[in-house]
């Protein structure tokens, strides 16, 4: 029963080859593109629900199967370093996603991910599940801005959003920042949490890919800002801001996000 | 939209760009990348610690024997080990691989056109090298285009071929030509999505189709996608149609109809104006330009007619007081002549800044020639910089700064001293960079105080008798002999006599023979003696031939005392000062002073061959305060008074501090002005920088003084990537006397020639004048043009990224292309152009027949002038007009303009006037009229 509800949460905190599902569900509007899926999987809404609900379904199954019976510790080091090798494999398939809900998918793979080394080394799974979740909000939210303006979040297709939408792209860097985990992300303190709190139980199992997957997440954010912020705009596209005030509220959503992850950190450390 | 054509495939095209831009591949980056550090390694001149090996086999050959083993090539799937295996010569390294892409012959000159054009810059550089005269690195390290071409041909073959496995393909030529004629549909769409035009909400559907691979339905996406994207394209212009329309006040109302006339008309007047819209808005520009300048001219010279406000002029000359100043014509000389004139006592000439002397200068502690002269000029004689006191100790050995920094330069470059010592030495660099970054100011000028600085220094001018240049072989040759007496035999100098050493050089020359003095002292046996003299002939070269081009080389040295009087006699003549010497004549040449700067050069002096113009100031002024000199002048009719002297002077163009030099030599009459004039070139130069903190939009400059300090705090600042503005915004050429300018604020943008047509009768000055600085000028007024009208292709971008490559160019990041025209810093302000993009509008004052007879003798300017690339104006001062050269022909008009003739010119600018160009023309006012419009 115990395995039963492992397994089960692996398909809430991804683990692969389960990770299929929270994939297929968020590369929702590629897919109703193709004429595959319905159109209600489009709206940004849906998005934002999955990625705070299945997290949190996530961590009640690994809870609920952890209070039903102590797992044997070797079957929690194999989650663990599944879920480790789950993130690394996502974050270098990061490396090549050029499409937004691409991007979006594969990062929550890979983040969420890591939460099975937080409960294979007793790390409390709740907060940092919350955190890493969390910090993909904006991205979410910037990325459905570029889609209602040029149809497609993609990376390479209209360059140079500096030069033509400032507001937006010094959003969107900060979005990206957030999603990647730098400092001061609750995303960051997530991380750190999981590091810190399992290192001491075993630190290859433990730093490897935690460290290894963070470093792919920066390239990949690197060349994801590369292709969409800087370059020489295109002629033939009609660029269009955001409004300002809008942007203020945004900007002020991702400060308060900022202040949420000092917040995780004083708890969770 | 059009599919893909099959004819440019070779033309436009490389194989590889095909498969860049429909598999969105980046084999151009990659074979870019790999060329380029080909060439940075073989192309080096001095940078690198770790040279190439095998330079001497020239680039393909050299490249070739290091690729064959380089593992990092077989990293990238790259193995040209077995291209190279088959080939040793560059050509068959080409054909083989030519033929191995099935590539028509016919198209090879256009695709080995297309291979250079990729990397301009280099490619520009190697055949720039291989087409020099006496490049020291070319004669050692031989390349060529052949070289190049093949290098970047036998890389392309592997990366082709390695994508074409990857792709299941065929990549070569006939493959290609089959696919587009037989996929039009999926190349086109391929073509679209990986060259990043493609219209964003198709991208994932056209991806997900070309993956699918199947033909109907790419075919039916492509023909949704065309006529989608051409509905776009339409709306897009209809949109700016209508603006168009409503800018030329046409009413919405009339492009409403599918027939309307207005629409039709508006189109296509788009279509007429866009080939040449460029070309109009330059033109727009010159004429601003010169409707102005002439308009400037006239109210000065109705101003200077007027005898109530005509300043006391020839006054101060007559009673000696007077300073007369040559001046480089450069743009940036403008704002110090009319500076220093406004102080009342100077007048000042303007000449091309190497002061009619080409010269090859080798300096003191330097073992190479620099030609300072324009570069359509080959100098003849050579300068020597010698030191004023000879064998002096103080300034023999190195002082301990001087050790120090060599000690640390040394180390820097070095392979592996770093590593060991950077710890120890790093902090010194530390130490460097916060003083030049915290406060450049303060700490150059303690930089300064622990460098004792260039030791005074005269030049040899004159020519050395033949006698003397032999004294002089003779005297190194037996230096030679003792040297070699010493190192051979451990025989000091006090055990030989003379007559010994001289026997020993005597017989070496093959002028004597048998057994020498020297031998028999010191009991030598024949074959020592033998070895010993075989040794002097090649070794230390005593031989006849080697003895033969000591003496060609010191023939070179100095000029002949007619050739000065020539040289100085020529340049008065033409700038017309042949009478009425002031007593103190300043030659004022100029240079920049900038740290962090590769681009120094383009701020120094153009005439000099891009470097400092002081040399030849202090040479020109040399020759001209000889006696013997002055004595052949004065038989050609130049008296110049023996009270007058020439002072040579340095104007530092970042700082406008201008400095006089060789002022030990002046009589001890002449020193009480020195003071003086000192403070007066302070003063003006104080004043020009005012004038140029505005230009550099310096906030808080309220005074001279502070504007002084802050152009000073330039010249040292190694962050600052704007020391001056050079040459930029220069527009205009005016060849003519000083009084047509005297005092008009021309803004730095103007050459000033001076120039007297009274004293040219046959018009050979002006020819001379034409056919030098007029070409140099117009070298710099095309360079600033394309490197602001586009910046990127013809300029250098910006300076932040640039770096130093191989001590011969820049170039943008680590890997990139050797960047050429001016940095974006030269000739931009934000993204705007700060240069405004025109020809060199050259005004000549003269008979107009005199300018048609010198136009006539110079082939070089009659082809600019006659193509377009010059600007030309004649402001006649006999029949007062003004005349134009364009369309192929003069027009002329009276000058200054009168009112009915502005009336006339506006009747004749209205024919044809293009649609919707009533509002603006009647809001604009015309201050002057120069020309009819095209």
């Known amino acids: 029963m115990t395995l039963a509800l492992l397994l089960l949460a692996g398909l809430f905190l991804p683990l692969y080859p389960l990770s299929v599902l929270p994939n297929s569900l968020l590369q929702s509007r590629l897919n109703a593109e193709v004429g595959q899926g319905p159109q209600w999987r489009r709206v940004p809404g849906f998005k934002t629900g999955l990625l705070l609900v299945f997290p949190m379904i996530g961590v009640g199954l690994a809870t609920l199967a952890m209070r039903l019976g102590a797992p044997d510790p070797r079957v929690l080091t194999l989650f663990g370093v599944w879920g480790g090798m789950t993130s690394l494999l996502y974050a270098f398939r990061l490396l090549s996603a050029k499409d937004g809900e ?102 290859v199992v433990v730093l490897l890919p935690i460290c290894l997957s963070w470093l792919l997440w920066t390239w990949a954010g690197v060349n994801l800002l590369t292709g969409i912020v800087w370059g020489v705009p295109r002629d033939d596209l009609v660029y269009r801001d955001l409004d300002p005030q809008w942007g203020i509220g945004v900007g002020s959503g991702m400060v308060a996000l900022g202040i949420f992850g000092i917040l995780l950190v004083e708890v969770s450390l | 939209m059009k599919m893909l054509d ?20 980046r084999i151009n980056a990659t074979l870019n990348e790999l060329q380029i550090k080909g060439c940075m390694d073989f192309l080096d001149e001095g940078q690198s610690v770790w040279r190439m090996p095998g330079r001497r086999q020239g680039m393909f050959r050299a490249w070739s ?6 593992r990092r090539l077989r990293l990238h799937g790259l193995d040209v080990g077995g291209i190279l295996a088959q080939v040793d010569q560059p050509e068959a390294a080409i054909h083989l691989v030519m033929t191995g892409l099935q590539i028509p012959e016919r198209l090879w000159m256009d695709y080995f056109a297309l291979e250079l054009s990729k990397l301009h810059g280099w490619a520009g550089f190697v055949r720039w090298r291989a087409q020099a005269r006496d490049y020291y690195w070319q004669d050692r390290n031989p390349a060529d285009l052949v070289d190049f071409i093949a290098i970047r041909l036998v890389l392309s073959l592997p990366l082709i071929e390695e994508a074409a496995k990857q792709h299941q393909r065929d990549f070569r030529y006939p493959a290609w030509v089959r696919c587009l004629e037989e996929r039009p549909h999926e190349c086109l769409l391929r073509h679209e999505l990986h060259s990043g035009a493609i219209l964003p909400d198709y991208a994932h559907r056209v991806e997900v189709a070309l993956d699918s691979g199947d033909a109907a339905r790419i075919k039916t996406l492509s023909q949704d996608y065309e006529r989608e994207k051409t509905a776009r394209e339409a709306a897009t212009r209809a949109l700016r149609l209508q603006e168009l329309c409503g800018r030329a006040g046409i009413p919405r109302a009339e492009l409403a109809g599918k027939r309307s006339a207005a629409l039709r008309q508006m189109i296509d007047a788009v279509y007429a ?44 000359r007559r009673d000696g007081s007077e300073i007369q100043a040559l001046f480089c014509i450069d743009v940036r000389s403008e ?32 073992g190479h020639e620099a030609a300072l002269c324009p570069a359509i000029v080959t100098p003849n004689n050579v300068a020597l910089e010698m030191p004023h006191r000879h064998g002096g100790h103080e300034h023999d050995g190195h002082s301990l700064f001087h050790l120090a920094t060599e000690v640390v330069h040394d180390l820097k470059s070095t392979v592996l001293a770093p590593y060991i010592t950077v710890e120890a030495v790093g902090l010194l660099f530390g130490f460097d960079m916060v003083g030049k970054t915290l406060a450049p100011a303060a700490y150059n000028s303690w930089r300064k105080t622990l460098d004792n600085g260039k030791q005074p220094t005269r030049l040899m001018i004159d020519k050395i008798p033949r006698d003397d240049a032999l004294d002089l072989i003779a005297t190194l040759q037996e230096e030679m002999v003792v040297r070699a007496v010493d190192r051979h035999f451990g025989v000091k100098r006090e055990a030989v006599t003379t007559g010994m050493i001289r026997e020993l050089r005597e017989i070496a020359l093959g002028n004597t023979c048998g057994r020498s003095d020297f031998a028999r002292r010191f009991d030598l046996d024949a074959a020592a003696e033998t070895l010993f003299l075989t040794s002097l002939r090649l070794e230390y070269g005593l031989n006849p031939e080697q003895a033969k081009i000591q003496l060609e080389h010191l023939a070179r040295i100095g000029f002949r005392i007619e050739l000065q009087a020539l040289l100085v006699g020529n340049l008065l003549k033409t700038i017309g000062l042949v009478e009425g010497f002031a007593k103190i004549v300043l030659v004022v040449g100029h240079g920049s002073s900038s740290q962090n700067n590769p681009y120094e ?19 020109f002024a040399a020759m001209a305060n000889r006696r013997e000199v002055r004595e052949q002048l004065a038989e050609r009719g130049i008296r110049i008074p023996e009270e007058t002297w020439f002072i040579p002077a340095l104007h530092d ?65 190694w962050t600052q990537v704007r020391p001056e503005w050079g040459l930029s915004k220069n527009a205009s050429f005016i060849i003519g006397s000083r009084n047509l300018t005297r005092a008009l604020d021309l803004e730095g943008r103007a050459f000033l020639h001076s120039y007297d047509h009274l004293h040219d009768p046959s018009g050979e000055l002006l020819v001379g004048i034409l056919s030098g600085p007029l070409i140099v000028a117009q070298w710099i007024n095309l360079e600033h043009y394309f490197s602001a009208v586009d910046n990127d292709v013809y300029g250098s971008g910006s300076k932040i990224y640039h770096n130093v490559v191989g001590r011969f160019g820049v170039m943008t990041g680590n890997v990139g292309d050797l960047r ?3 940095p974006a810093q030269t000739v931009l302000k934000g993204e705007r152009p700060y240069h405004q993009p025109m020809r060199l509008i050259t005004l000549i004052e003269a008979p107009l027949s005199c300018v048609e007879g010198a136009l006539a003798k110079v082939f070089k300017v009659r082809e600019l002038v006659q193509n377009g690339w010059v600007r030309l104006l004649v402001l006649d001062p006999v029949t007062d007009r003004v005349s134009v050269f364009e369309h192929g022909r003069w027009s002329a008009q009276p000058w200054p303009p009168g009112p009915n003739h502005r009336t006339r010119a506006d009747r004749r600018t209205g024919a044809d006037r293009p649609v919707g160009a009533e509002a603006a023309r009647r809001r604009r006012k015309r201050a002057a009229t120069l020309e009819a419009s095209p």
């Open chain 2, 65 to 70: 024997h290091i690729a064959k083993r380089n």
């Open chain 2, 820 to 822: 050429t025209g001016l």
């Open chain 2, 335 to 366: 704002r110090l002549r009319r500076r220093l004139e406004q102080l009342g006592h100077y007048e000042t000439y303007g000449v091309a800044g190497f002061f009619g002397v080409p010269v090859n200068f080798i300096e003191l502690g330097k």
């Open chain 2, 601 to 619: 050069s383009a701020l120094d002096c153009g005439a000099c061959g891009g470097d400092r113009g002081l040399v030849n100031a202090r040479i």
């Open chain 2, 653 to 717: 163009t970042t700082t406008d501090e201008t400095s006089l030099y060789d002022i030990e030599q002046l009589p001890p009459g002449r020193l009480t002005q020195l003071t003086r004039i000192q403070e007066d070139l302070s003063a003006a130069g104080r004043l020009c920088a005012q004038e140029r903190c505005a230009e550099l939009e310096e906030i808080g400059v309220d005074s001279p003084e502070t504007a002084a300090s802050r152009v000073k705090r330039h010249a040292l600042d």
């Open chain 1, 102 to 203: 691409i991007w979006i998918s594969h990062l929550f793979t890979s983040t969420l991910a890591l939460i099975w080394i937080g409960i294979a080394y007793g790390v409390d799974p709740l907060l940092p599940a919350i955190g890493l979740s969390v910090s993909l909000l904006p991205l979410v939210f910037m990325l459905d801005q570029l889609t209602q303006r040029f149809g497609i979040a993609r990376s390479g297709l209209y360059p140079g959003l500096c030069c033509r939408m400032p507001w937006f792209s010094h959003l969107f860097v900060l979005a990206v920042l957030t999603a990647i985990a730098v400092p001061f992300s609750p995303s960051f303190f997530a991380i750190a949490a999981l590091a810190f709190g399992g290192v001491a139980a075993d630190e």
């Open chain 2, 6 to 25: 099959t004819a440019l495939i070779g033309v436009r095209w490389t194989l590889y760009d095909l498969v860049d831009r429909l598999y969105g591949a």
């Open chain 2, 273 to 316: 104006f866009r080939s040449q819209e460029g070309f109009v808005w330059m033109q727009a520009l010159e004429r601003t330009y010169a409707r102005a300048l002439l308009a400037k001219l006239a109210e000065h010279r109705a101003r200077t007619a007027d005898p109530s406000v005509q300043p006391v002029s020839n006054e101060p």
